[in-house]
């Protein structure tokens, strides 16, 4: 018997039907038909058939495919990032390889269930896994299977009634006027000792590398000072040039932003390559003023990175112009940064392990609102998108403004 248009129901042993239905005309111009085989009784496989005849009319209908979720995740890290940066889609390969794949690869996408999902779920908050790589990892699955979706590759996405474990507050630091200047005054005390050792040094060669690393060491302190007055992110601060700046009006703008793409070898091992990009939003984009101390320093830091670039010669790397830059000129990874100049000044300033250069950033921005600065112009040098999203972040930093409020009132009001 042929299949009619509106489907067929055949009986293939003791409660077993085959259920075929029509899906449309091929590229050769044939007629097209999918088949299930249903376990059960002759109603529930009319049930089946309804089902697939609803949401074939309706435009839901997704065909049955043998795709894994493993092969899927290929397909869709392969074509389906394409508005996303090298790096973004870099760390959604990481998260699916590191947390995904594993437990998910070998399960066939349209059998996917919220079941698998939420079991994923549980067995990491049982490893131990911090509510935000929970988070991290299922944003990747929810951002895949909608994709999905949108390929027709499966009716709805099994991640999107996943329960998630609740957010963690997120530490932050500021540091407190006297804290700064503690650790401003540990990293200049590094400088020092560095030239000390220069002095001191028993060869030419030991000199050389003492005072190579005393100009270092000077160059944190420079980038430690914008940070602290800037509120810069690390990122911006890393990809100034010196055409960004204009000492002589006191004026910096923030145009890129330093990231690390990741490249493969010819041996198929990955790297971290530098980029300086364009900031993501309008907002990051901005003109900011710089006082006569850090201009002072920074004209100081030009003129001891231009003699060192000329005694380097075609070694040095002028194109990019960056304000800190290594010896050859190129970018500073920010790790680096951290582990040989940040962290030892933190130590020596007694400040405690867990404070992060980007924590720089939260001093400024806490030093100006608590100083009485207007948060319209706070979340301006911090190219926040509004000065909501600066209060959502920094509401703490204003205790007492409600009572301040009240009194202001009861004053003009009701005295």
């Known amino acids: 018997m042929k299949a009619r248009r509106d489907g067929q129901i055949v009986a293939r042993g003791e409660r077993k039907w085959l259920v075929r239905w029509y899906v449309g005309e091929g590229s050769d111009g044939k007629r097209r038909y999918k088949a299930k085989l249903i376990h059960g009784t ?32 290929d397909r869709w890290l392969k074509d389906g990032l394409h508005s996303c940066s090298p790096r973004t889609r870099e760390g959604y390969r990481w998260l699916a390889e590191r947390y995904l794949r594993p437990r998910l690869g070998a399960i066939r996408l349209d ?21 935000r790589t ?8 929810r951002q895949a299977l909608r994709q999905a979706v949108r390929w027709r590759l499966v009716a709805r996405s099994a991640a999107d009634d996943v329960e998630l474990p609740k957010r963690a507050a997120r530490e932050m630091r500021a540091l407190s006027a006297e804290q ?16 000390l050792e220069a002095e001191h040094a028993a060869t030419r060669r030991k ?7 005393a100009a270092r060491r000077a160059q944190a302190v420079v980038l430690f000072d914008v940070l602290l007055t800037t509120g810069l992110r690390p990122g911006e601060a890393l990809a100034l040039r010196w055409r960004d700046l204009d000492l002589e009006a006191g004026q910096l703008a923030v145009r890129q932003a330093l990231t690390f793409d990741v490249a493969t070898d010819e041996k198929g091992q990955r790297h971290h390559v530098p980029a300086l990009r364009e900031p993501k939003t309008a907002g990051s984009r901005r003109l900011l ?8 320093s920074l004209k100081t830091h030009r003129a001891g990175q231009a003699e060192r670039a000329m005694k380097l010669g075609d070694s040095y790397d002028r194109s990019l112009d960056l304000v800190f830059a290594n010896e050859a000129g190129r970018p500073l990874a920010e790790r680096n940064l951290v582990q040989r100049y940040f962290a030892p000044a933190v130590a020596k300033a007694k400040l405690g392990p867990s404070l992060r250069l980007y924590d720089l950033r939260h001093t400024c921005a806490t030093q ?15 190219g926040h998108s509004s000065a909501k999203m600066t209060l959502d972040v920094y509401a703490h930093v204003l205790p007492g403004e409600q009572e301040k409020a009240t009194a202001l009132l009861e004053t003009a009001l009701l005295c």
Do not use: C, F, W
Not at 207 to 213: K, N, S
């Open 42 to 73: 002759k109603k529930d496989a009319q049930t089946k058939l309804n089902e697939v005849l609803r949401s074939r009319d309706l435009g839901t209908y997704v065909e049955p495919t043998k795709l894994t979720v493993d092969a899927y995740l």
């Open 111 to 131: 059998q996917l269930s919220p079941l698998d999902v939420q079991t994923i779920v549980s067995r990491m908050v049982e490893g131990g896994y911090s509510p």
């Open 134 to 141: 929970i988070r991290m990892a299922l944003a990747v699955l």
């Open 180 to 195: 700064a200047k503690a650790l401003r005054g540990a990293a200049r005390d590094r400088v020092e000792d560095a030239r």
């Open 207 to 213: 000199r050389t590398e003492a005072l190579a690393e």
């Open 289 to 296: 003023p710089i006082g006569p101390a850090l201009i002072s």
């Open 368 to 382: 100006l609102l608590a100083g009485g600065a207007h948060v319209k112009a706070v979340s301006e040098r911090l």
